[in-house]
């Protein structure tokens, strides 16, 4: 999965949030838990200013970390600061 998202945050980054969002999507369709796939769909939703569909994607995926109390969060669990508007 891993690759995966790396492609949607390519897609991401280039500005093709739809393509992204729908990979973000295909990876939650194999994983409803998968913390970046749901916080980084989260950004999508964002950018898309659908600020209440973001706030609920990440609170998910805060969700799906905490059984990982203890364990550092990994860059790739955040959004690229270079995808959300400034």
Given at each position: ?86
């Amino acid at each position: 999965m891993t690759k995966s998202i790396r492609r949607a945050v390519e897609h991401h980054r280039a500005g093709r949030c739809d393509e992204a969002a729908r990979v973000y999507r295909r990876v939650l369709s194999l994983d409803p838990a998968y913390p970046d796939a749901l916080n980084l769909l989260g950004a999508t939703a964002y950018q898309a200013r659908d600020h209440a569909r973001a706030a609920a994607l990440m609170r998910r995926a805060l969700e799906a970390v905490k059984p990982m109390r203890g364990a550092a969060i990994t860059q790739d669990a955040l959004p690229p600061l270079d995808i959300l508007p400034a």
